[in-house]
């Protein structure tokens, strides 16, 4: 049974980076074909895939946030981290990471997730 946890800050202050690990158990994030995924949900709206770290390392992002994004992984921790820097109020979400069959959809595991709040 593959887990996943993310972790970090819930309070950020705008202008800031945003950090936030992924720790994976029951799998390795270096298993061939899986790719390790952050998604975010703000309040009122839809989720949205932010971006992905495969298998192999190579990383997804989506084009509206890839400026800001950054996704980089631990493979001796396995662990997966998410940055994303220069962020406002509009960047407060709900953040999860998830493992997928592709890099953008078909998620099959996901994190509880981390309530991140960007407030001065």
């Known amino acids: 049974q593959v887990e996943l946890q993310e972790s970090g800050p819930g309070l950020v202050k705008p202008s800031q980076t945003l950090s936030l690990t992924c720790s994976v158990s029951?799998?390795?994030?270096?298993?061939?074909?899986?790719?390790w995924c952050w998604i975010r949900q703000s309040p009122g709206k839809g989720l949205e895939w932010m971006g992905t770290?495969?298998?192999?390392?190579?990383?997804y992002y989506s084009p509206s946030l890839k400026s800001r994004t950054s996704i980089f992984r631990d493979t001796s921790k396995n662990q997966s981290t998410l940055e994303l820097n220069s962020v406002t109020p509009e960047d407060t979400a709900v953040y999860y990471c998830?493992?997928?069959?592709?890099?953008?959809?078909?998620?099959?595991?996901w994190g509880q997730g981390t309530q991140v709040t960007v407030s001065s």
């Open positions: 998830a493992r997928g069959r592709d890099p953008s959809v078909d998620f099959d595991y």
């Open positions: 029951g799998g390795s994030i270096t298993t061939n074909y899986y790719y």
């Open positions: 770290i495969g298998y192999s390392g190579s990383t």
